[in-house]
């Protein structure tokens, strides 16, 4: 277990943010867990899990021990005829765990390629993109609270994902440290290729019948031609949720803004394309000293250079402002915000 005190964090947030943590301490196993929550306790410090640090904005100095989890470690737990099941330690690195289940061909992770992120913080949000969130494949997550060190198992029901959303985020939020992930895949291909960009990049080639290899190929590139690079433009993804809205207020606005992408969803209301909206209030491209929107995606904020977040927290609310006087609709940050 490394101890690390009044410790920079600016290398471990993807929007290059300086803060520092009272306590940095990483761990390479549940012992060692366990070990950092009582030295949390005794210090009356509050505990707060750091993955790759892709989806925060660290706005201030934080008076936590926070946690690096280091474990590795992908198992074969059960093969049931073409079904699968895996069980991924918190700290492996999301695009790497793709790589390995499609080179021994195991099937389903393809479209989520290339996200950042560890394993153990792809529940946090239930991650998802180009058409399948990570709820499609997770049997159950295993996890330590932080108050007493219990080992708790919670189902797929039991995260209550939604949409960029679960049960970490709302009744368990900052309870419990995730400490590994159950997932079920597929010796046989089951291809999702029907979310537009995805389906217009097959359209666009020869290839007749894809592969799950065609799939994460395509997916790679899509996502390397549209989002920057955290490691040469820092930034946090989507900076803001898309809205989902009744269909009654995506009808009135597709009446007004005809071009708005709009998607409806398997309950009745409608998602809407944050992009679109904050590119329309022209937003895209605008820079304001070190701090930025993206000039090739309206939804992601960038940090060209700026210490703290602040000023990225006040672009932000600037951005809101106009959409919400604009459409009508409220847009909410997607990452997760200290400070
Ligand atoms: P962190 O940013 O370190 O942590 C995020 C939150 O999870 C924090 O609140 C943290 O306390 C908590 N947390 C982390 N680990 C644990 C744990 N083990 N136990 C309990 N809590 C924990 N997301 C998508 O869904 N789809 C995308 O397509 C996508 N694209 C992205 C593209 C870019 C360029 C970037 C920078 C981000 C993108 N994201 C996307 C967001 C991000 O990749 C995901 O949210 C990812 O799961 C974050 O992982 P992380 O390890 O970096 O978590
Ligand atoms: N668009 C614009 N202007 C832009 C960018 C996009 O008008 O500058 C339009 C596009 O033309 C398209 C629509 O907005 O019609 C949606 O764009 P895109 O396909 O790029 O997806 P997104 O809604 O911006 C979401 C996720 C991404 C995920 C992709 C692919 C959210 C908040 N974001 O982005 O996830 O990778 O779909 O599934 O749901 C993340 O969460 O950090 C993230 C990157």
């Not at 943590?21 to 005794?42: C, I, Q, T, Y």
């Amino acid at each position: 277990m490394q101890i690390l005190r009044d410790e920079p964090l600016q290398p471990y947030n993807t929007l290059s943010l300086q803060a520092r943590a009272a306590v940095l301490v990483r761990v390479g196993s549940d012992e060692e867990l366990l070990a950092a929550f009582s030295l949390a306790a005794e210090r009356d410090l509050p505990v707060v899990p750091l993955g790759e640090g892709s989806n925060v904005v660290l706005a201030r100095d934080l008076d936590a021990l926070v946690l690096r989890q280091d474990t590795r470690g992908i198992e074969i737990l059960e093969e049931d005829g073409d079904k699968v099941r895996l069980r991924v330690a918190a700290g492996e690195n999301w695009h790497a765990l793709v790589q390995w289940t499609l080179h021994r061909g195991l099937y389903g992770l393809e479209n989520l390629a290339l996200i950042p992120g560890t394993v153990g913080a792809a529940p946090i949000q239930n991650i998802g993109a180009y058409g399948i969130e990570l709820k499609s494949h997770l049997l159950q997550v295993q996890a330590l609270a932080i108050a007493d060190g219990q080992s708790l198992v919670l189902s797929n029901a039991g995260c209550e994902f939604g949409y960029r959303d679960s049960v970490f985020k709302r009744g368990l939020r900052d309870k419990l440290v995730i400490t590994a992930v159950d997932l079920q895949l597929s010796r046989v291909p089951e291809l999702r290729i029907d979310y537009p960009a995805l389906a217009l990049a097959f359209a666009q080639t020869a290839i007749a019948t894809p592969t799950p290899q065609d799939v994460f190929n395509t997916v790679v590139s899509i996502r390397r031609s549209k989002l920057p690079d955290p490691a040469v433009e820092p930034n946090a993804g989507s900076f803001f949720k898309n809205p989902v809205v009744p269909a009654e207020l995506a009808q009135t606005l597709l009446v007004k803004f005809p071009g708005l992408s709009a998607y409806p969803q398997p309950d009745g209301r409608v998602k809407l394309a944050a992009a679109w909206m904050i590119e329309h209030c022209g937003w895209k491209g605008y820079r304001e000293d070190d701090i930025g929107v993206h000039p090739q995606h309206a939804l992601v904020i960038v940090n060209y250079g700026n210490d703290n977040g602040e000023q990225l927290l006040s672009l932000a609310s600037k951005v809101a402002a106009t959409v919400a006087d604009t459409f009508g609709v409220q847009l909410v940050i997607e990452p997760r915000v200290y400070g």
